[in-house]
């Protein structure tokens, strides 16, 4: 049965996924977190700092995640193959009338159109992400990040990867200097006791 609803997630996602990645993060946080629960809210930001810092789409990196996480190998396979083959398909069969109707303002406006609902999608994910940083973090430094975010993706125009690498090389480093703080204490306190 979860091989079925992870095919069938995944697939609504590759079908509804109109504009690719971007649009499709959210689809994901739907499908995977909200209705069937595979990931937490940590695991799908976790996942997806991962996917933005690793080469490649992240839609499919992302479903190879879960897919793997539920079942193993074959589910990864299933989420991929899911959120891939319908796509590849609607492709080719609609290729010639695509490339025919690419400079159409129907399809012009469609596109245009969509746009407004993805930026939408994308700011109520970044809200949720943000709240959920807001409790879980010190305010400071959720302060600090955001800050840094919007300087350096707006204003300096930074690629979002190196972003989140760095933002993942800091996180390691302060976890790391933090195990050691505590690991200090403990060496000591077996020092006296022995």
């Known amino acids: 049965m979860d091989y079925w609803k992870l095919f069938l997630g995944f697939l609504r996602i590759g ?12 689809l994901i946080h739907a499908e995977a977190v909200k209705k069937y629960g595979w990931i937490t809210d940590d695991e799908f930001a976790d996942v997806l700092a991962m996917g933005n810092a ?18 193993g190998a074959a589910g990864a396979f299933i ?6 083959v319908p796509v590849l398909i609607g ?17 012009g406006g469609m596109t245009k159109g969509i746009q407004p609902v993805i930026g939408v999608m ?41 972003l989140i690498g760095a933002a993942l090389a800091y996180a390691f480093l302060e976890t790391t200097a933090a195990g050691r703080r505590r ?12």
């Open 122 to 162: 994308m700011a109520v994910l970044a809200c949720e992400f943000f709240k959920k940083a807001w409790t879980s973090l010190p305010k400071a430094k959720t302060i600090v990040w955001t800050a840094i975010s919007i300087v350096a993706l707006a204003l300096l125009k930074v690629n979002p990867g190196l």
């Open 15 to 26: 079908l509804l996924g109109y504009g690719g990645g971007p649009t499709m993060i959210p």
């Open 79 to 84: 989420g991929i193959t899911a959120m891939v």
């Open 54 to 71: 690793l080469p490649g789409p992240i839609a499919t990196k992302m479903a190879g995640y879960i897919g793997y996480k539920v079942k």
């Open 183 to 194: 690991k200090r204490p403990a060496e000591r306190d077996k020092g006296v006791s022995a």
């Open 91 to 107: 492709m080719i069969l609609l290729l010639g009338l695509i490339y025919r109707l690419k400079d159409s303002g129907v399809v």
